[in-house]
């Protein structure tokens, strides 16, 4: 069954004055990440995940393990959960049948990414990777380090653990480690800059936001803050937030590198313990989502004080024409910079029909032809489409008929 709704689409995109929230799923949960994807909206928790079946809120756990995030995989979904028990692990989950399948064993996963055609997840036991997101296989270099979360630009991947950060240029398949000895970097962003910040986090008295000018081979402080637990970059923005942060270092705040000002977006944030930030993909307005103790709640409202953000535009516009269609659609598409393009297109069940495009691509407009037809080549049924791109931690997924 197709569970593709969109339930927050109601909230208009205009700012309603200064950091308004507003609440996009179920209250009274402890929210660990948020996706749009194939199944819908997913708020990965404390508690297993929760998804709108068109009528109620609903939710699955594995052994009522947490689950910290969740992906489509090949027309079923591909989560990963766990907080250290022998059930932890990655997980494929069938949404029409309800039930979860092991592919991977991993002690406390804390994050899943997929770049190309390769799924990272990092763990308690170190960083493992697939290119089929059913066969994995472990990082030898990273060790038994415990890995917290990943930051890709281009061929560059970067991961952070509880020692050092490990680099790559070459898209994984060689890492080195970074020089700095005991920088407990736990979440990671590339910004407009070029310069990647990190969370080192806790109380001590290290704890706070640092930056690298070469990748994570070496930081310098930002500013001192305890109980940090997340840094996002977007629209030209560097946002952070804590959870039980202590004033005036609460909830969600915007970091100027230039002016070295934070700016406090806490104001009207019902909970200011915050998991992890993030955005609503599907929405064309800039937002964004503050995953918290009690909920997710997004804003429109990117100012700083009385004075709009000069928001820079979405990476990337996405259509096709005709539509509906038949036999063949233009699916056209533009980037504002260069990276990795993935697009793929699935049927009204979520089942992966045909992959278009799986390669790097230079910025500008572009155009791929979709001729009706699946990997085998055979002519697909009349019927509603989606075709999804994915270009870096971007990812839009449109609609299209074929009508014969």
């Known amino acids: 069954m197709n569970r593709w709704i969109i339930v927050i689409t109601l909230l208009f995109c205009v700012a309603l004055g200064a950091y308004n929230w507003n609440i996009i799923g179920p209250s009274g949960i402890d929210v660990l990440n948020y996706r749009i994807t194939m199944s819908g909206e997913i708020f990965s928790a404390t508690s297993g995940f929760y998804y709108y079946d068109g009528t109620n809120w609903q939710s699955d756990s594995y052994g009522n393990l947490p689950v910290k995030d969740f992906q489509d995989f090949n027309g079923v979904n591909l989560l990963i ?3 250290g028990s022998d059930s932890d692990g990655v997980y494929t989950y069938d949404f029409p049948t309800n039930t979860f399948a092991i592919q991977e064993w991993v002690l406390n996963p804390h994050f899943m990414e997929q770049h190309g055609t390769n799924w990272w997840v990092g763990s308690d036991e170190g960083l493992d990777t697939s290119t089929d997101g059913l066969n994995w296989n472990t990082i030898a270099t990273v060790g038994n380090n415990p890995c917290y979360d990943i930051a890709i630009q281009g061929d560059t991947l970067v991961v952070g653990t509880t020692t050092h950060v490990y680099i790559s240029f070459d898209n994984g398949v060689t890492w080195t480690q970074g020089q700095d000895n005991g920088n407990q970097i736990h979440r990671i962003a590339y910004h407009i800059d070029g310069k990647l910040y990190g969370i080192y986090p806790g109380s001590s008295w290290s704890s706070g936001l640092y930056s690298s000018t070469d990748h994570g081979d070496t930081w310098v402080n930002e500013f001192w ?7 996002y970059s977007d629209y030209g923005i560097l946002f952070v937030c804590w959870n039980q942060g202590q004033p005036p270092d609460i909830g969600v705040a915007q970091w100027d590198p230039l002016s070295q000002v934070l700016t406090s977006m806490s104001g009207n944030l019902p909970h200011t313990d915050v998991n992890r930030l993030t955005e ?6 800039p937002n964004l989502v503050a995953c918290t103790i009690d909920g997710a709640w997004m804003t429109t409202d990117l100012t700083v004080g009385s004075n709009p953000v000069d928001v820079p535009p979405l990476q990337m516009d996405l259509w096709n024409y005709p539509n509906p269609f038949n036999p063949e659609t233009y699916i056209n598409f533009a980037l504002k910079k260069a990276g990795h393009v993935l697009i793929d297109i699935y049927n009204a069940k979520g089942q992966h029909v045909s992959t278009l495009i799986n ?4 910025a500008g407009s572009h155009s791929v032809v979709w001729d009706g037809k699946n990997e085998s080549g055979r002519s697909v049924k009349s019927g509603v489409y989606f075709y999804r791109m994915k270009s870096g931690r971007y990812t839009s997924t449109k609609k299209m008929i074929l009508l014969k």
Do not use: L, R
């Open 280 to 285: 609503n993909m599907i929405i064309n307005c």
């Open 225 to 231: 803050s305890i109980n940090m637990t997340d840094v």
């Open 359 to 362: 390669a790097d691509m230079e």
């Open 81 to 83: 959960t766990g907080d």
